[in-house]
């Protein structure tokens, strides 16, 4: 278990340039924080080792994917033991077209984020896949409207 880290401001904006572009060089990134590039190289390093940072990512269009269709599905379960709870997780996880899993406190049990082409596409998830779990009692999908915020 990690110890919470002490953020100052700098370490705060730089960790907000950072969400913004990922990409900045170090030289762009201690400019826009008030750093020479030295000291700011070794708090991003710090930041690194510390688990504050995570790790970097390419932010990719869905729709470029052919995945323009986002469905937010809540799913409740039979199962009150570890072994089906777990068998539906691992099973859960390895479908591709799922992009975000959270087992949830209360109801519903989990949430699941679902990127796929169209109506037709996740017709076909939740019809031959999702549905068909053992343990699944029900499932609720949900189609966004429009995306007002995300978090890349």
Do not use: W
């Given at each position: ?7 100052d ?6 960790l907000?340039q950072?969400?913004e572009?990922?990409?900045?060089s170090?030289?762009?990134?201690a400019?826009?924080?008030g ?37 937010l ?22 479908y ?10 209360g ?15 996740y ?5 031959d896949?999702?549905s ?5 009692l029900r ?14």
């Open positions: 278990m990690r110890n919470e880290y002490t953020l401001a700098v370490d705060r904006e730089i907000f950072l969400r572009d990922g990409r900045l170090n030289v762009e990134l400019r826009r924080v750093l020479t590039p030295p000291p700011c190289l070794r708090r991003v390093k710090r930041l690194e080792e510390a688990g504050v940072i995570t790790g970097y990512r390419a932010v990719v269009d869905p729709a470029r994917l052919g995945r323009g269709l986002e469905v599905v809540d799913v409740e379960i039979y199962a009150t033991d570890r072994a089906t709870i777990q068998e539906f997780e691992d099973t859960v996880t390895g591709e077209e799922v992009v975000e899993f959270r087992r949830m406190y109801r519903p049990d989990f949430f699941l984020r679902v990127a796929v082409a169209d109506h037709a596409a017709d076909a998830f939740l019809s896949r999702l068909g779990l053992p343990a699944v499932v609720e999908s949900r189609l966004t409207m429009k995306q007002i915020k995300a978090d890349h």
